[in-house]
């Protein structure tokens, strides 16, 4: 063979080597501010990525609500302004009524993703929304209501509300008004330390881990057990974006996702456990409701939730899974004995 043609030959092969080989990077950002636990959990997972990823796949981080604001985030990711979002699914709910399934969820991503839930929300996001759902982070940390002030109780021991600047948000705003009959007053995250500070609000739900991080424990003196719900932080990605991509990129982006997944529940009840005992050290009280009003208060929680959901899924009947598909794949009534 002629020399030059041969050289010619090596190079050319080289060179398309290496494009076959060329890492792939995508752009993210996170609901919360970097400083919150939730945040920091994300950001894990995308170090674990870009160390899996090397050469491959890389997830460039673009920042928080600072750079897109929370709330037109989910629009954001849909519309390929960014390529990948950490979010709640709350904060899309109206576009997808089945994230609700996650929010009075009484399993954690590990269960729903062995028993196919995981896979059915996936598919939901890309019929409904052009997106693919690559995991369901931080699942496993239930909410409690938390208050300034001492909660008082009816003579049957339920929560009374009379009075209470409670704030809401989109994830239990049905179980605070439905259930509870409580006035609500909406506010992002990143509102509520001055809105207690100024007494614009004295309790708030939140999860069971995080309120240290936030600081709003310098305003708030109760927690109020039992805990409900469940966190419905997922990562969500543009589906052209996903489609694009190698499936050497996307095996080591689910398969990562998938560990995080388990890796992520252990790590944060561990921090709840962390965090529970700091906030007793410093005074914290907690109380409890019991017996029937106890199992009232789960109920409603519960079921608030899917009424709501099921309404919302009914006046779209377009939904790829049905009601009952999405009950049976994220409670399990065993797991409330």
Known sequence: MNMNLLKGCVAGGVMLGTVAQA????????????????????????????????????IEVRGGPEAIGMFQQPDAVRDGIVDMVYTPGSFYGGALPEKDALVASNLTAVETRENGGIELIDQIHQERMGLKYLGWFDSGVCYNLWTRDEPSFDADGNLEVDGLRLRGNAVYNAFFTNYLQAQVIDLPTGEVYSALQNGVVDATGWTQIGLIDLKWNEFLNYRIEPCFFSTDLGVIVNQETWDGLSDEAKTILQDTAIQHEIDSVNALRTKRDEDFAALDAAGMKVVELEGEAKANYLAAARETTWARMKELMEAEPQSVASYDDLIAKFYDPAADN
């Open 23 to 58: 890492q792939e990077t995508i752009t993210a950002v996170h609901a919360f501010p970097e400083t919150l636990i939730y945040t920091q959990s994300f950001l894990s997972f995308v170090d674990k990525v870009n160390a899996a990823g090397e050469g491959v796949i890389q």
